[in-house]
């Protein structure tokens, strides 16, 4: 981001430490908010997002807006030397609105248009509540634009869903009128012959449901680009305003990722965050992760969030803010447990050390009310500062305050992993193989693990991003490969890059239809090879892979393939494919592109990506840790920062390979052995280069 642009927030020098505040749910007990200011002083918070649902009580009726209870809050804010992330309040709307303008409900994709209440859940076409949207968020651009404390603009909440309304209707098809044309360009992209589907002209055309058409493959995924757009365009409806009032003021909106089941390691795939991200300033996400959950290790759940914040870090290639996390427990996971001793700490550094410079809370107190009234908060019920989760904010906002020069510093991966959502909507539409389910973001992850295990950084990348910059790019089942992206890989591998791909390479193109004349051509040239069936097994079917002196279990998918080039690095042991090559390498131009045919577990991974990664010749670290305990850096132009972190319910340890200081503590440790107490850190500051 360009500090220049906004002066004000390149001054802050702090990491930020706060979260959500709801004062005007608490603006008939003064004394609350009087006790909220000490507080915060004391959790050594400095930023609050405020007025984030807080519409009713900025305009109780329409055209009569009370600012007086907000202006307060930001000035007090002010005076406790702290920050505000003002709202726009867009997330959920007043009683009145939904009652004197129907349109502004949501209709589902069954055609139900729905009653007010909740939140999320305007419809991103309604004039009128564009219109509404657009006064108010004006009034306040207007009114705090220039405010000392206002840091950033927080546009709207978690913004997902859509909504299938006439006028939404009507949108999509202007927008496919413009991006085909003529429906006869449509017809051609969809294959709509199949089934009879051809459409006459666009006002046939209907979104997709499950009373309706769902099985147009193209249309799904021109519904969810759709749906992206008309949320970006609304997004930049509401961002108008404040633009051209304060330019000088960074805009972000919170993006989410799904962490919550044990098969989610990736962000939340409503929206094509690729896209959305060249909309905002500061790239920020809320982050839920279910710690100490009873199907996982904690090493494990904190790869998946890693894969995560590598993924919004590299949206911009600069540092994002956790805008939401809980200091405890959440209230709507399946079983909503405390964090335990120490996890806080460890939870907040494993963010910095991926590149957050913001640890920020849902939610600063406890409501006493409503469905969220048992989420965790900085301030409990109990309104103390002696319980533990206040004692542990405390410790982070000390933590955070003595590390505050990691802020801006960067993650210099030269390893890439490509996630792209587009992907994910396609592969899910996919039906055949295993229609239990695919698996792509697990294995997306699979793939990210091999490095999290070696402590070596990783981008994770949509597939559009420039590739030129990575000495190795990994593409895990990129099922769905345009043309064009088979170009920029060709060119990427042609000009010295690696390139690893897997099973379901290139099998169909953006509109999701397969390529014509099986696997495509500009691929057989890269990868030296034919792929010539996907074979899908049973759960409980197992093949193996004779790998590098080892034996290797593969399941759920192999490829059969045929050398045109490419030499067979492993292979089939099993089944009427035994002795066929289930992986590849082939040089190409002054690279090399790999191929892996089957899923197979993170031994194999390991022991592929390792071979990989020895030829590389990374930069050293200046630790070395043992399984469980994991180091990642970040650089700033002097300095490399070095985060140790112990995700062992056990004492850990790690060697220094020079003396170093440790932020946290403000030790110097010499080199040689140390122990960390479990889920222990440290953030060692070291001179760029390392001594031998
Ligand atoms: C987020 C949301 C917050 C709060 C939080 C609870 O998704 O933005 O307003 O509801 O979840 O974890």
């Known amino acids: 981001m360009s500090l220049e642009k906004f002066p004000r927030y390149g001054q802050e020098k702090r990491l930020l430490h ?47 807006f009370e600012f007086d209870w907000l202006d307060k809050i930001v000035d007090d804010i002010a005076g406790i030397g702290a920050k505000a992330i003002i709202a726009t309040p867009s997330g959920a709307r007043p009683a009145w609105l939904s009652k004197k303008y129907p349109e502004v409900l949501r209709v589902n994709a069954r055609r139900e248009r729905q009653l007010h209440g909740g939140r999320h859940n305007h419809c991103q076409s309604s004039p009128a509540y564009r219109e509404k949207v657009g006064i108010i968020n004006r009034k306040l651009a207007q009114r705090y634009g220039s405010h000392p404390a206002l840091l950033m603009w927080h546009v709207s909440n978690e913004y997902s869903g859509h909504c299938h309304c006439p006028l939404c209707q009507e949108n999509f098809r202007a927008w496919l009128e413009k991006k085909y044309k003529t429906i006869d360009v449509l017809n051609d992209a969809y294959w709509s012959a199949f089934w009879s589907h051809t459409y006459g002209d666009f006002s046939q055309v209907e979104s997709p449901s499950p009373i309706g058409e769902s099985m147009v493959h193209a249309l799904n995924l021109d519904w969810n680009r759709f749906v992206t757009d008309i949320t970006i365009d609304f997004y930049r409806h509401e961002a108008a305003p404040l633009r051209e009032i304060s330019p000088d003021v960074p805009i972000t909106t919170n993006f989410m990722g799904e962490l919550s089941q044990p098969w989610q390691s990736h962000p939340f795939a409503g929206l094509d965050y690729a896209k959305f991200a060249h909309e905002v300033d500061v790239v920020s996400w809320d982050s839920y992760p279910p710690w100490h959950n009873d199907y996982e290790t904690t090493e494990n759940l904190a790869s998946r969030l890693a894969f995560v914040n590598d993924y919004f870090r590299a949206l911009k290639n600069a540092p994002f803010l956790i805008l939401e996390s809980t200091p405890s427990a959440v209230n709507w996971h399946p079983v909503n447990k405390a964090k335990r001793p120490g996890m806080h700490m460890l939870s907040a550094v494993a963010c910095l050390a991926h590149g957050a410079d913001a640890i920020m809370y849902f939610q600063w107190r406890k409501s006493r009310g409503s469905s969220e009234k048992f989420h965790g908060a900085v301030v409990d019920h109990d309104g103390s500062r002696e319980n533990r989760v206040f004692k542990d904010v405390k410790a982070v906002g000390e933590m955070l305050e003595r590390v505050s020069e990691i802020k801006g510093s960067l993650t210099p991966a030269r390893v890439a992993l490509v996630y792209d959502v587009e992907n994910f909507w396609a592969l899910s539409d996919a039906q055949g193989f295993d229609n239990g389910d695919k698996k792509y973001p697990q294995t997306a992850h699979a793939h990210y693990k091999a490095f999290w295990d070696a402590n070596v950084p990783v981008d994770v990348i949509p597939a559009d991003r420039d590739l030129s910059r990575y000495d190795l790019v990994v593409a895990p089942m990129p099922y769905m490969t345009s043309d064009a992206r088979i170009e920029a890989l060709k060119a990427y591998v042609a000009g010295g890059g690696i390139l690893v791909a897997t099973y379901f390479l290139g099998i169909v193109d953006e509109n999701d239809l397969v390529h014509p004349g099986g696997f495509p051509a500009g691929l057989r040239e890269v990868f030296g090879i034919n792929v010539l069936e996907t074979d899908t097994l049973y759960p409980k079917d197992k093949n193996r892979i004779a790998f590098g002196g080892g034996s290797y279990d593969a399941f759920d998918y192999c490829a059969l393939v045929e050398l045109r080039g490419a030499r067979a690095i492993g292979e089939y042991a099993n089944d009427f494919y035994a002795g066929s090559p289930a992986a590849t390498a082939h040089d190409y131009g002054k690279g090399r592109a790999y191929f892996i045919g089957a899923r197979t577990g993170g031994d194999f991974l390991r022991g592929f990506y ?41 004492e850990g340890g790690f060697a220094l390979k020079q003396e170093a200081r440790d932020l946290i503590s403000g030790r110097t440790f010499p080199r040689g052995e140390h122990r960390l107490i479990p889920y222990g850190v440290r953030i060692f500051k070291t001179e760029k280069t390392i001594e031998a």
Not at 59 to 64: N, Q
Not at 615 to 635: C, D, I, N, T, Y
């Open 610 to 650: 390792g071979e990989i990664l020895r030829g590389m010749k990374l930069p050293e670290l200046p630790v070395q840790v043992p399984a469980g305990v994991s180091a990642q850096v970040r650089e700033s132009e002097s300095h490399r920062y070095c985060f140790v972190m112990n995700y062992r319910e056990e």
């Open 18 to 64: 706060g979260g959500d505040y709801n004062p005007d749910q608490w603006l008939k007990y003064p004394q609350v908010l009087a006790d909220d200011l000490e507080l915060m002083k004391d959790a050594r918070a400095n930023a609050f997002s405020v007025g984030i649902f807080a519409w009713s009580a900025l305009e109780p009726e329409e055209g009569r």
